[in-house]
T-cell receptor
């Protein structure tokens, strides 16, 4: 069974630009969550989608948005990039029940660098 | 709101030695508790999880963790560390709100030969 696939692995963008990250979940998983990982703030929850609906959202500005398609694939968009958005963005998929009975499976992440 | 504290930022152990990584959580009830491991350039891999029942849980790669309600702790242990265990370890808590984990700041494990 293929794992969670995130593309691209690396991105370099300029301040003010926008970026779209992609995540393909494990087959059969209907929930996709996104996390931001930085040395200063650690791992922070961005949002979670289940069956194309945003079910949970973290404390990030509106510049961070996402969506989920009918095949459960998800995209995350960051507009008007700031230097502080440089991070490893991790996607995780699950069956969508509580996290104990359907734990998260993480991809290898997309490393975004904003210059 | 729930929170997780991992007091040790960096730990170095010799190969073959025992390991204990500390984790304390803050939450009114018993949350879902997890330990994840992250190798360089990789995502997070689930080592083990706990919600209820036996307070000593076994995970993959020979790891175990013990839940102690009185201390609000969920420490990770391994009797004999292998060089391949060098990685960063994250404790996480979830109050059941669908996939929204709160992570600790992580403990980086270095293994000397």
């Amino acid at each position: 069974k293929a794992g969670v696939t995130q593309t691209p692995r690396y991105l370099i963008k300029t301040r003010g630009q926008q970026v779209t990250l992609s995540c393909s979940p494990i087959s059969g998983h209907r929930s996709v969550s996104w996390y931001q990982q930085t040395p200063g703030q650690g791992l922070q929850f961005l949002f979670e989608y289940f069956s194309e609906t945003q079910r949970n959202k973290g404390n990030f500005p509106g510049r961070f948005s996402g969506r989920q398609f009918s095949n459960s694939r998800s995209e995350m968009n960051v507009s008007t990039l700031e230097l502080g958005d440089s991070a490893l963005y991790l996607c995780a998929s699950s069956l969508g029940q509580d996290s104990y009975n359907s734990p998260l499976h993480f991809g290898n992440g997309t490393r975004l660098t904003v210059t | 709101a729930q929170s997780v504290t991992q007091p040790d930022i960096h730990i170095t152990v010799s190969e073959g030695a025992s390991l204990e990584l500390r984790c304390n959580y803050s939450y009114g009830a018993t949350p879902y508790l997890f330990w994840y491991v992250q190798s360089p350039g990789q995502g997070l891999q689930l080592l083990l999880k706990y919600f209820s029942g036996d307070t000593l849980v076994q995970g993959i790669k020979g790891f175990e963790a013990e839940f102690k309600r009185s201390q609000s702790s969920f420490n990770l242990r391994k009797p004999s560390v292998h060089w391949s265990d060098a990685a960063e370890y994250f404790c996480a808590v979830d109050t059941g709100t669908a996939s929204k984990l709160t992570f600790g700041t992580g403990t980086r494990l270095q293994v000397t030969l």
